[in-house]
């Protein structure tokens, strides 16, 4: 499966971006999907993940309550919703996908088999 992702910009902070992460080859096989980041300097760090159902969500403590995370299998499509924008959002944002059933979302860099390219947040004061 490919993955691309779009809808990174710049933001004043407080604001509201929608990133989009759409699925194309193999969709015909459901993959659990998740958000990551990377921040220059930093390790990519975990933002949210979506069973492949939709029916499970799991979010970094640093996102949670601002974040959300969606899915429409029917448009191979997962969203990441980010309102209340801070600072420390700023990062280049991926999408990964894996085709592992062993857990209903996943955490982990390794645990994803298949990344899109990144799509920049900038969030200013």
């Known amino acids: 499966v490919q993955l691309q992702a779009s809808g990174g910009g710049s933001v004043l902070a407080g604001g509201s971006l929608r990133l989009s992460c759409a699925a194309s080859?193999?969709?015909?096989?459901?993959?659990?999907t998740g958000w990551f980041r990377q921040a220059p300097g930093k390790e990519r760090e975990f933002v949210a993940a979506?069973?492949?159902?939709?029916?499970?969500?799991d979010y970094a403590d640093s996102v949670k309550g601002r974040f959300t995370i969606s899915r429409d299998n029917g448009k191979d499509t997962v969203w990441l919703q980010m309102n209340s924008l801070k600072l420390e959002d700023t990062a280049n944002y991926s999408c990964?996908?894996?085709?592992?059933?062993?857990?209903?979302?996943?955490?982990?860099?390794?645990?994803?088999?298949?990344w899109g390219q990144g799509t920049q947040v900038t969030v200013s004061s």
């Open positions: 080859g193999r969709t015909d096989i459901s993959y659990a």
């Open positions: 979506i069973s492949w159902s939709g029916g499970t969500t």
């Open positions: 990964a996908a894996t085709r592992s059933y062993a857990r209903s979302t996943y955490v982990g860099v390794r645990d994803y088999e298949y």
